[in-house]
């Protein structure tokens, strides 16, 4: 990813709370102790948000390597309630995920921002790299928008007990929001998981919802409109 320098609402809180979203490799682990100055200095979050925070990167840094790697693999990786991709929460398989993608590269393209290759727009920690490039206001109310999926991933994630929860209750405390962590539905069977959508079926935080539910964002800038929030970037 590229860092972008333009005064926004916590911009460097953001980048490094995507960081912390990134596979723990190496080169993450080598800049954590520059990652929690940051945090620190720039005091975007209340002081036992900050805490939560310090006791995952600290969990990090001390971590057996290979087994934190795994870890991460195994929590983000496998099934949809805690996945970083957030279409897969949006539109599941449905055949609105697609365009969904395109909107949403042309929308970073459109401030300058370009995907590397393999990489899909909707990877939350590229979503908050382009949110960190926003002026506040609008990056407040574009994190607000996303907040029902944070607090879908909030939620699955304290299921879990995995310290990783506090990065998106940092996120929904960034957007105003306050943390209410939902209840989580068992996983799907994969047979169930690749059927065919209900006609009229709509979609909601879990995939297709059905008529008369609560219909979510499509995770769309109110101030550009043309277009939707992905793995690193390019600027």
């Known amino acids: 990813m590229s860092l972008f320098n333009k005064p926004v609402m916590a911009s460097m809180?953001?980048?490094?709370?995507?960081?912390?979203l990134s596979y723990p490799d190496?080169?993450?682990r080598g800049h954590l102790a520059d990652m929690r100055a940051v945090l620190h200095g720039e005091q975007a979050l209340a002081p036992q948000r900050?805490?939560?925070?310090?006791?995952?990167?600290?969990?990090?840094?001390?971590?057996e390597p290979l087994a934190t790697e795994a870890a991460y693999v195994e929590l983000f990786d496998r099934g949809r309630a805690t996945s970083l991709h957030l279409f897969e929460h949006v539109h599941g398989d449905s055949r609105?995920?697609?365009?969904?993608?395109?909107?949403?590269?042309?929308?970073?393209?459109?401030?300058?921002l370009f995907l590397g290759e393999g990489e899909?727009?909707?990877?939350?920690?590229?979503?908050?790299?382009?949110?960190?490039?926003?002026?506040?206001?609008?990056?407040?109310?574009?994190?607000?928008?996303?907040?029902?999926?944070?607090?879908a991933i909030f939620a699955a994630l304290q299921q879990r007990?995995?310290?990783?929860?506090?990065?998106?209750?940092?996120?929904?405390?960034?957007?105003g929001e306050k943390a209410s962590p939902v209840e989580i539905a068992a996983e799907e069977a994969i047979d169930a998981v690749w059927q065919e959508p209900e006609?009229?079926?709509?979609?909601?935080?879990?995939?297709?919802?059905?008529?008369?539910?609560?219909?979510?964002?499509?995770?769309?800038?109110?101030?550009?409109?043309?277009a939707r929030p992905a793995q690193g970037a390019q600027a």
Do not use: W
């Open 120 to 151: 899909l727009p909707d990877f939350l920690p590229v979503v908050l790299e382009f949110t960190s490039t926003q002026p506040s206001q609008q990056a407040r109310e574009f994190l607000a928008e996303m907040a029902h999926i944070f607090n």
């Open 96 to 112: 609105d995920r697609g365009p969904a993608m395109i909107d949403l590269a042309q929308t970073y393209e459109k401030a300058g």
């Open 199 to 226: 006609v009229f079926g709509g979609c909601s935080s879990k995939g297709q919802a059905s008529p008369g539910q609560p219909q979510p964002i499509h995770i769309v800038p109110k101030a550009q409109r043309p």
């Open 26 to 28: 190496a080169e993450l």
């Open 50 to 63: 900050l805490a939560e925070l310090d006791a995952l990167m600290a969990l990090l840094a001390n971590g």
């Open 161 to 175: 007990g995995s310290a990783y929860a506090c990065i998106l209750g940092a996120l929904l405390e960034l957007a």
């Open 13 to 20: 809180t953001l980048r490094v709370l995507a960081r912390l």
